[in-house]
């Protein structure tokens, strides 16, 4: 093509764009006869993902900054106000956890999570929040209970707490979840006068939460997690209405708290589905524009981090902030990666912030609205999943409303139902889990725990708050901050102001959710082979019967070691044996009692009999694997002495157990 030419002609224009048909007419064709829908996978929430999407998928028509806030609940860029960098003030002495907050916030922290002590007073928050300016560093703090916290904010930090941001990220129903009685009626009576309060003097700091991530941590689906969402949602609003608070009142200080997974493009999806939905139910209620807007507090998921390899979970940490960023979450904290094992160290913190600031600084997310918006799959996500979380949201309420389906058990044994189907993925690795259930770090050592420094709290002996609890176990609703207050001030502790606001309150319980270790049936894999090695001074041991040149065998080899080491044997290979005869030999003189034969589905047939009976004829108690399934041959190995096989689409996890369990761990 000459100069000329390419200079007139626009790029590709002599090639015709090919149609879908087309595109699915070559892709069947590669297929060799299997229909095309065979490529479709289904996600957890139920969601067919096709192989090929294209414009038909739903085109984007919403506009950032306006209803059903889909896109952004911004019109426009928000630099120089990016996602707020917050980081988990850890457990220790408060002059300690002062002494670590002005470090992080001198490094790129911009808010502070916090899970208080309930025996910390008024004069412990002053320790920990002293020369840190609160009008200018958002607080993001976890409690059972808002009011007692915010007393002691008020009587620790009074002249700051006008100008004070943040969220008190208590959720009354979400506490239900942990099967613990829980008083929901005062609860929402504490929330009613501390919203109240805050309207007036603390006007910048939220009072209340919904915690879709507890779902999620013990197994939900995007789909549950929207549903349940909504159904909090309503029922927080219908009982602070009838506690005298407006739909505008009560929204504009929820903060949704989400948890954030590791399936990348569902997780973008989610929170962009979660605005909408959001968006529509508060309209129903009348709600304002501004009040449609959903604030998003989000935070990389417990549940998909693993003790076993727990480096990669920096790596799962990043996924899940870079997928929080595009869903555009107004605030994100990393889970450090060796939170699993042990309390945080420096470098775990630092490297779990600087996440946040190489997202922001150098990928320079914070320049963009929506970032994702225009994809394909996650504009086609965002409408599955705010449609299905609707539809799941409407099936609560028929349930009785959220704490009806709680006492019913429905919402407990449907997420248990997807936990049991995640579990069964990663058993057969059909999910995968690197380091624990895939791609294991054989020979890892352990996290180094070091002993962690007693909290010692000294009390001024001269203050006694009892006069004033008293005072607050009587007091109106109309009064109870003022004394919560003077209580806080004269010393009184978290624990003790949560006593008083709920004696002799009605309690409410329902069956517990479990959090969802995915890892957990793994780690008890390796802590038995751990055990063993101990006692016998080498780890469960393998003999690998490799067959004949490398080629033949190699394939099967591979998968052997990377399907066993899950478990925690050590694999004892050997260059490609000539004849069964050499292989029974080698494997005899091993000491192990287990065998794995590899080789290819031709020449089993001629190896496995001989080789079988010459191992068996001499150690009938041995255990013999073969690598591979050959269907048209099952029965014959079977009989000639298999006792079990390995393959793509095995259950690793129980064929691992199985294996532990024949050689007596």
């Given at each position: 093509m000459s100069d000329d030419l390419s200079a007139k002609t626009p790029l590709f224009a002599e090639f015709t764009p090919p149609t879908a048909e087309e595109w699915i007419a070559a892709?069947?064709?590669?297929?060799?006869?299997?229909?095309?829908?065979?490529?479709?996978?289904?996600?957890?929430e139920g969601i067919p993902i096709d192989p090929l999407l294209n414009a038909v998928a739903p085109p984007q028509t919403a506009v950032p900054g306006k209803p059903p806030y889909r896109r952004s609940t911004e019109a426009t860029s928000p630099t120089g106000k990016p996602w707020l960098i917050a980081q988990t003030l850890l457990e220790g002495q408060p002059h300690r956890l002062n002494e670590q907050l002005r470090h992080d916030l001198a490094h790129g922290q911009t808010a502070v999570s916090w899970v208080p002590d309930s025996h910390f007073t008024a004069d412990e928050l002053r320790t920990i929040f002293t020369d840190v300016d609160l009008t200018q560093t958002p607080l993001y703090i976890w409690c059972q209970h808002g009011l007692p916290i915010l007393a002691q904010l008020a009587a620790a930090k009074g002249d700051e707490l006008a100008n004070m941001n943040g969220s008190l990220l208590h959720d009354p129903v979400a506490w239900l979840s942990s099967g613990d009685r829980q008083?929901?009626?005062?609860?929402?009576?504490?929330?009613?006068?501390?919203?109240?309060?805050?309207?007036?003097?603390?006007?910048?700091?939220?009072?209340?939460?919904?915690?879709?991530?507890?779902?999620?941590?013990?197994?939900?689906?995007?789909?549950?997690?929207?549903?349940?969402?909504?159904?909090?949602?309503?029922?927080?609003?219908?009982?602070?209405?009838?506690?005298?608070?407006?739909?505008?009142?009560?929204?504009?200080?929820?903060?949704?708290?989400?948890?954030?997974?590791?399936?990348?493009?569902?997780?973008?999806?989610?929170?962009?589905?979660?605005?909408?939905?959001?968006?529509?139910m508060i309209a129903a209620f009348g709600g304002s524009d501004s009040a449609q807007k959903l604030n998003i507090h989000a935070q990389t998921s417990q549940?998909?981090?693993?003790?076993?390899?727990?480096?990669?979970?920096?790596?799962?940490?990043?996924?899940?902030?870079?997928?929080?960023?595009?869903?555009?979450?107004?605030?994100?904290?990393?889970?450090?990666?060796?939170?699993?094992?042990?309390?945080?160290?420096?470098?775990?913190?630092?490297?779990?912030?600087?996440?946040?600031?190489?997202?922001?600084?150098?990928?320079n997310l914070s320049r963009l609205v929506d970032p994702a918006g225009g994809s394909y799959l996650v504009e086609y996500l965002t409408d599955e999943l705010a449609q299905r979380g609707w539809a799941y949201f409407q099936e609560i309420e028929a349930a009785g409303g959220i704490v009806g389906a709680l006492?019913?058990?429905?919402?407990?044994?449907?997420?248990?139902?997807?936990?049991?189907?995640?579990?069964?993925?990663?058993?057969?690795?059909?999910?995968?889990?690197?380091?624990?259930n895939m791609y294991p770090n054989v020979g890892e050592a352990p996290l180094p725990k070091p002993e962690q420094e007693p909290i010692l709290l000294t009390r001024q002996p001269e203050r006694n708050p009892e006069p004033t609890l008293a005072a607050l176990a009587t007091a109106a609703p109309a009064n109870q901050m003022r004394f919560a207050i003077a209580a806080a001030q004269a010393g009184a502790t978290?624990?003790?102001?949560?006593?008083?606001?709920?004696?002799?309150?009605?309690?409410?319980?329902?069956?517990?959710?479990?959090?969802?270790?995915?890892?957990?049936p793994f780690v008890r894999l390796r802590q038995k082979a751990e055990k063993f090695a101990e006692k016998h001074g080498h780890p469960p041991?393998?003999?690998?019967?490799?067959?004949?040149?490398?080629?033949?065998?190699?394939?099967?080899?591979?998968?052997?070691?990377?399907?066993?080491?899950?478990?925690?044997?050590?694999?004892?290979?050997?260059?490609?044996?000539?004849?069964?005869?050499?292989?029974?030999?080698?494997?005899?003189?091993?000491?192990?009692?287990?065998?794995?034969?590899?080789?290819?589905?031709?020449?089993?047939?001629?190896?496995?009999?001989?080789?079988?009976?010459?191992?068996?004829?001499?150690?009938?108690?041995?255990?013999?694997?073969?690598?591979?399934?050959?269907?048209?041959?099952?029965?014959?190995?079977?009989?000639?002495?298999?006792?079990?096989?390995?393959?793509?689409?095995?259950?690793?996890?129980?064929?691992?157990?199985?294996?532990?369990?024949?050689?007596?761990?």
């Open positions: 892709t069947v064709a590669s297929l060799k006869g299997k229909p095309i829908e065979k490529l479709t996978d289904f996600s957890y008083p929901l009626d005062a609860m929402y009576d504490q929330t009613a006068v501390l919203t109240k309060y805050a309207s007036q003097h603390a006007p910048n700091l939220r009072t209340l939460a919904v915690f879709p991530a507890i779902y999620r941590d013990c197994g939900a689906n995007a789909v549950q997690e929207i549903g349940l969402l909504l159904a909090t949602a309503v029922h927080h609003v219908r009982q602070l209405q009838q506690r005298g608070l407006a739909i505008d009142e009560i929204v504009t200080r929820v903060t949704a708290v989400f948890s954030i997974g590791s399936d990348f493009f569902m997780e973008i999806a989610k929170l962009r589905a979660a605005r909408a939905a959001w968006s529509q549940s998909s981090k693993s003790q076993l390899d727990p480096h990669v979970n920096m790596l799962r940490a990043t996924t899940e902030a870079f997928a929080a960023a595009l869903g555009g979450a107004n605030s994100l904290q990393i889970t450090p990666f060796d939170a699993s094992q042990r309390q945080p160290n420096d470098f775990s913190r630092r490297v779990a912030r600087n996440v946040q600031i190489i997202l922001q600084d150098e990928v006492k019913a058990g429905m919402i407990q044994g449907q997420i248990g139902a997807t936990t049991v189907a995640r579990q069964q993925d990663l058993a057969k690795r059909k999910a995968v889990m690197v380091g624990t978290l624990e003790q102001l949560q006593n008083v606001l709920l004696d002799g309150t009605e309690m409410v319980k329902v069956e517990a959710l479990r959090p969802f270790h995915p890892d957990a041991q393998l003999f690998l019967a490799n067959m004949g040149p490398l080629r033949q065998h190699k394939a099967r080899a591979d998968f052997t070691h990377g399907f066993f080491e899950v478990g925690g044997f050590e694999l004892l290979d050997s260059g490609g044996f000539g004849s069964p005869e050499a292989a029974a030999e080698a494997a005899l003189a091993s000491g192990t009692s287990a065998i794995v034969i590899c080789s290819t589905d031709d020449t089993y047939p001629e190896i496995v009999p001989p080789l079988a009976q010459a191992i068996k004829a001499q150690q009938p108690d041995a255990t013999l694997i073969l690598a591979g399934y050959p269907k048209a041959q099952i029965d014959a190995h079977k009989a000639a002495g298999i006792d079990n096989f390995i393959y793509l689409g095995a259950d690793c996890l129980a064929l691992n157990q199985w294996l532990q369990g024949r050689l007596g761990l």
